[in-house]
């Protein structure tokens, strides 16, 4: 009875919570790139802004959004103005592959859904350049038009990859640029890939231990006095009484009154 008990608890409290995300990909960058690949303007390392290659005004962030490393179009001077862009406020890329691209590939199979969350501080010259994520060549991201406003603060993006998933995705974060104008750049930090719940830090079930066995009394002398559980040289009710205890479980008898209990 008291197994049942202490297992219909573990059940209880185990299964009432929603479920919790799993992991499929993280990078902070801290120990190395993280297996990502960037072309062109893309580089991976610590973060030391110097100034230099800007032909304007320019806002970086003051640090990475997490440690001192990240991925950036230029570490620590403004991107380069590589002239790979499609004209003014298009917001359509005519040629992706002569971008400054990031990418990387993670493996979405068995997987029911799955999120993307990153952070970035975007500072580059809209409406002549622009920022795209593509996820299978598909985008899924864009910072375009609109006009420039400064960045003040990391921002974390999230895009929605269970269409991806029961597949391999390639993720590519694209910076397209004009001849003249430049700012600081795109930094991206603290790359988190998910499924089935949104909490980047999983807080384990609670589980209910079952109740431990009563410690088995050592015996003191040879097991006499059956029916005389209270030991007092009569059988009572109270006899009776502290036997249906023992069997319960609820009181810890002696070696001498749990085999005084034992009428068989």
Do not use: R
């Amino acid at each position: 009875m008291k197994q049942f008990l202490a297992i219909s608890l573990v059940l209880m409290f185990c299964c009432v919570s929603v479920a919790i995300g799993e992991d499929i990909f993280f990078e902070d960058f801290e120990s190395g790139d993280g297996g990502l690949i960037g072309s062109l303007d893309w580089e991976w390392g610590e973060f030391a802004w110097v100034g230099g290659n800007c032909y304007s005004d320019f806002y970086p962030p003051p640090s990475a959004y997490s440690g001192s490393k990240m991925w950036a179009t230029k570490l620590n001077i403004c991107y380069s103005d590589l002239g790979n862009n499609d004209g003014y406020d298009t917001c359509t890329n005519g040629n992706p592959s002569d971008d400054s691209i990031l990418d990387f590939t993670v493996d979405l199979t068995g997987y029911a859904d799955a999120t993307l969350t990153f952070y970035e501080w975007i500072d580059v010259f809209l409406n002549w350049d622009w920022a795209e994520v593509y996820v299978n060549g598909n985008v899924v991201l864009q910072h375009c038009g609109t006009g420039f406003v400064a960045p003040t603060d990391w921002v974390q993006q999230t895009v929605d990859l269970t269409p991806y998933v029961g597949d391999v995705a390639v993720i590519e974060f694209h910076l397209m640029t004009s001849t003249v104008v430049n700012h600081a750049g795109w930094y991206i930090d603290d790359i988190y890939i998910f499924s089935g719940g949104a909490a980047p830090t999983p807080t384990p079930t609670p589980v209910v231990s079952p109740t431990p066995e009563p410690p088995t009394a050592t015996p003191t002398s040879d097991c006499i006095n059956h029916g005389d559980v209270t030991l007092d040289g009569t059988i009572t009710a109270g006899d009776a009484q502290l036997a249906f205890q023992i069997a319960l479980g609820s009181v810890m008898p002696t070696y001498e009154e749990e085999c005084a209990a034992d009428c068989n």
